[in-house]
């Protein structure tokens, strides 16, 4: 089966840091682009980083650049995302998603195919 | 960033209606757009990819069209399971972009 599982969230101080996991069965993440989306609690969705299929190129949104990280281990084939500096506003249900290609009349387009549960992470004092 | 508005941000409908979902995004995204159903506590769900591609297992009530800047999400016989958030996602260009959402009532 396809699925992705994420653990790692919690409550923390504000300026502390979590690393939340996101675990990947029925395919191999080293060959898709992987997503980390999060929702504000009764707010909408959020879209926050990517990881490009066996690469190095990421991107983020502007409110968590140069806080969060994104990552993954082919070997144990699993998505990460490395929180520092937390804030209240990063409050959230984080959740982990397949980034996947799909062709409609010759051109390639992506979209989020796989999704996991979510894991919530608390930004309090 | 392209943003994403969404129309309406709720709406009451009963079984059997058609319902229509709008989102239009502030510059052109040719057809870089997905259609995405949540429910209440649960992960979003892919409905639609590349505007009006349906996702394999979604029920053919579902559809999707536009290009450009303007797009549509129709459910043709609205059904007790649709109750639910709707979202649309741009995915042209960086940062990725959601809309607002539209609560559907039954």
């Known amino acids: 089966e396809v699925q992705l599982v994420e653990s790692g969230g919690g409550l923390v101080q504000p300026g502390g840091s979590l690393r939340l996991s996101c675990a990947a069965s029925g395919f191999t993440v080293s060959n898709f682009w992987m997503t980390w989306v999060r929702q504000a609690p009764g707010k909408g969705l959020t879209w926050v980083a990517n990881?490009?299929?066996?690469?190095?190129?990421?991107h983020y949104v502007d409110s968590v650049k140069g806080r969060f990280t994104i990552s993954r281990d082919n070997a144990k084939n699993s998505l990460y995302l490395q929180m520092n500096n937390l804030r209240a506003e990063d409050t959230a249900v984080y959740y982990c998603a397949r980034d996947a290609d799909f062709s409609s009349n010759d051109i390639w387009y992506d979209a989020f195919d796989i999704w996991g549960q979510g894991t919530m992470v608390t930004v309090s004092s | 960033a392209v943003q994403m508005t969404q129309s309406p941000s709720s709406l009451s409908a009963s079984v059997g209606d058609r319902v229509t979902i709008t989102c239009r995004a502030s510059?052109?995204?040719?057809?870089?757009l997905g259609w995405y159903q949540q429910k209440p506590g649960k992960a979003p769900k892919l409905l639609i990819y590349?505007?009006?591609n349906l996702q394999s297992g979604v029920p053919s009530r579902f559809s999707g069209s536009g290009s450009g800047t303007d797009f549509t999400l129709t459910i043709s016989s609205l059904q007790p399971e649709d109750f639910a958030t709707y979202y649309c996602l741009q995915d042209y260009s960086y940062p990725r972009t959601f809309g607002q959402g539209t609560k559907v009532e039954i």
């Open positions: 510059q052109g995204i040719r057809s870089d």
């Open positions: 590349a505007a009006s």
């Open positions: 990881i490009r299929r066996q690469g190095s190129e990421e």
